[in-house]
């Protein structure tokens, strides 16, 4: 089994930056997928962005220009640096994987649990 633990969270001013990190452990595979989720008071969980195996990453429209996802070099560590931070993007930040067991075809999630992140004006 799999844990992932997120850390960098905290209170930002509009126009200011914070990098989060998410630590997984436990798997002697590398991942398939990590991902950033964000959720809002009364709104849905919603992709940030996600970074493959292979090292190519997607965006949420609402993001691109502002944020970058990045693993170091053991692989074992995923990072969202967040630039140009807005009161929009006040939210609940996520960690997910997806990892492979003892069959490689077969992937299994995980989740952190959560970091908040607040924008002030």
């Known amino acids: 089994q799999v844990q992932l633990v997120e850390s960098g969270g905290g209170l930002v001013q509009a126009g200011g930056s914070l990098r989060l990190s998410c630590a997984a452990s436990?798997?002697?595979?590398?991942?398939?997928?990590m991902g950033w989720y964000r959720q809002a008071p009364g709104k849905q969980r919603d992709v940030v962005a996600t970074i493959r195996s292979g090292g190519s990453t997607d965006y949420a429209d609402f993001v691109k220009g502002r944020f970058t996802i990045s693993r170091d070099n053991a692989q074992n560590t995923v990072n969202l640096q967040m630039n140009s931070l807005a009161p929009e993007d006040t939210a609940v930040y996520y960690c997910?994987?997806?990892?492979?067991?003892?069959?490689?075809?077969?992937?299994?999630?995980?989740w952190g649990q959560g970091t908040q992140v607040t924008v002030s004006s």
């Open positions: 436990g798997s002697t595979r590398a991942f398939a997928v």
């Open positions: 997910h994987a997806k990892f492979p067991g003892s069959s490689p075809n077969i992937l299994y999630n995980y």
